[in-house]
């Protein structure tokens, strides 16, 4: 186990020293693949998803999926250290993708390397993805098609080794109220500006119906609104956007339903592909996480989970808090205790069955 940790840092010390931003994942793809090769696994590639089974896979048997990401989103300005640098000071490993979502991502993939020879009562298959950051159509969607049916999937995040049992959706709707042009200097015309108005105050007010018991409230906000074109003209339309936190206690199309219940505009979503998540309470993996006394929690974060449709936990070494940052870091200590975790819940799993 100690070799597959230090194995672990120096790979996540490659990855982060190689420009994986989204959609120019191919490098980081060729050097997680020729890991898995020398490690004696036989791997599969869709673009720059590379993906593998346990070496003695039975198709009679369920499957756990082992899933993070290698894309990571560009660096800010404030970095005073190279983003593509893997610096090593007190203990931190810096570097662009470190915490999110690299430190899990390697954890995951020596823990499948730990027991990849092992015969199980389930069958596992690793998913080093891409394209998670924009949740795009050629990362863990574009793989899904490929794989067999999940019995469960485990999302590997930076969520402080806690369990994400439920995670929120996403919805992105314009909203579009139609008036009548008109002259400003005469009373004409009916102002689309005023017209939403009412719509507008509706939404800074607004509370869903519906409560999870993990995540809270949904939320609804106003983010941008676009109106006019000439100060002298009264404008005859106005699109407003929503950005829409949808809970388990809703799929995005009963929120929209709900949203068009109480608001005058028409609404249209630009994608109903980002849902929420919430594990099923009759799921097996419950025992593991009660035997364990794995602390759990609602994540207002989005990840692959939203793309997964089927039973998921997302879990992981790091900080959501670090991710995106300035100087991103994982602590070489949290590696450790991720692989640790994986194997030990993994364990737990395959003992109880």
């Known amino acids: 186990m100690d070799k597959l940790k230090e194995e672990?840092?120096?790979l996540l010390k490659q990855l982060i020293e190689t420009p994986s931003l989204s959609r120019e994942e191919d490098n980081t793809a060729n050097i997680i693949a020729d890991y898995l090769l020398r490690k004696g696994v036989e791997i599969k590639r869709k673009k720059n998803n590379i993906w593998a089974v346990n070496k003695h896979f039975d198709s009679q048997k369920p499957t756990i999926l082992l899933n993070s990401h290698h894309d990571t989103v560009k660096p800010n300005n404030g970095y005073t250290k190279d983003p593509f640098n893997a610096i090593t000071e007190e203990g931190k490993l810096y570097g662009l993708g470190?915490?999110?979502?690299?430190?899990?991502?390697?954890?995951?993939?020596?823990?499948?390397?730990?027991?990849?020879?092992?015969?199980?009562?389930?069958?596992?298959?690793?998913?080093?993805?891409?394209?998670?950051?924009?949740?795009?159509?050629?990362?863990?969607?574009?793989?899904?098609?490929?794989?067999?049916?999940?019995h469960l999937a485990i999302v590997g995040e930076p969520t402080l080794?806690?369990?994400?049992?439920?995670?929120?959706?996403?919805?992105?709707?314009?909203?579009?109220?139609?008036?009548?042009?008109?002259?400003?200097?005469r009373n004409e015309g009916i102002n689309a500006l005023y017209e939403a108005l009412p719509d507008l105050n509706t939404i800074k007010d607004y509370k869903f119906k519906k409560v999870s018991e993990y995540l809270g409230e949904s939320k609804v906000s106003a983010t941008i609104i676009q109106s006019g074109s000439q100060h002298n003209v009264v404008p005859d339309k106005c699109v407003y956007t929503l950005d829409v936190r949808v809970t388990d206690s809703y799929t995005l199309q009963e929120a929209l339903d709900e949203l068009k219940e109480v608001l005058k505009a028409d609404l249209q979503p630009r994608s109903m592909r980002l849902n929420s998540s919430a594990l099923p309470k009759d799921h097996d993996i419950w025992k593991v996480i009660e035997t364990m006394h794995l602390k759990c929690y609602g994540s207002p974060t989005l990840s692959d989970q939203a793309l997964i449709p089927y039973p998921s936990i997302k879990i992981g070494p790091g900080d959501s808090a670090?991710?995106?940052?300035?100087?991103?870091?994982?602590?070489?200590?949290?590696?450790?205790?991720?692989?640790?975790?994986?194997?030990?819940?993994l364990q737990h799993y395959f003992d109880q069955n």
């Open 98 to 150: 470190s915490n999110d979502a690299g430190g899990c991502l390697v954890s995951l993939i020596a823990a499948f390397v730990y027991f990849y020879d092992h015969k199980l009562p389930f069958n596992l298959i690793l998913a080093a993805t891409a394209e998670e950051e924009i949740s795009g159509r050629e990362g863990i969607a574009y793989l899904l098609e490929e794989l067999p049916k999940i």
């Open 322 to 345: 670090r991710s995106h940052t300035p100087d991103e870091f994982i602590y070489l200590e949290e590696i450790d205790q991720g692989i640790d975790r994986y194997v030990e819940i």
């Open 8 to 10: 672990a840092k120096t």
């Open 161 to 185: 080794l806690d369990v994400a049992v439920a995670e929120k959706g996403l919805m992105v709707i314009d909203a579009t109220i139609t008036g009548k042009a008109g002259h400003a200097a």
